[in-house]
């Protein structure tokens, strides 16, 4: 088995490998929170969580608070598992493993 199998060409970009790690150390993060942390413009943002929405690795929740419109995203079960698998699997490169 090759050592490069387990990574996820889907974490391959900065800004979904910024959304992955922010979500799996946090419950939820709304758009402006990871905008913000990642540097990201909203088309940027919005192109990568759409990606990971896709593959079903992320939740997504529009709401209102007050009249302002909010999505919030959190990072589902296959998320956690395809993310660890893919540091697990850059570790071991990392490592040479």
Do not use: W
């Not at 909203?42 to 997504?60: M, P």
């Not at 209102?64 to 598992?81: A, D, E, H, M």
């Amino acid at each position: 088995m090759s050592i490069i199998n387990n990574i996820n060409k889907v974490f391959d970009h900065r800004i979904r490998l910024g959304i992955m790690s922010i979500l799996m150390v946090n419950e939820y993060a709304d758009f402006n929170t990871l905008k913000e942390l990642l540097g990201a413009t909203d088309g940027n943002l919005a192109s990568h969580t759409k990606a990971l929405e896709k593959a079903e690795y992320i939740k997504v929740e529009k709401q209102f608070i007050g009249r302002k419109p909010n999505t919030r995203y959190s990072v589902t079960k296959l998320g956690k598992v395809e993310f660890q698998k893919h540091i697990e699997a850059l570790e071991k490169l990392i490592n040479k493993q």
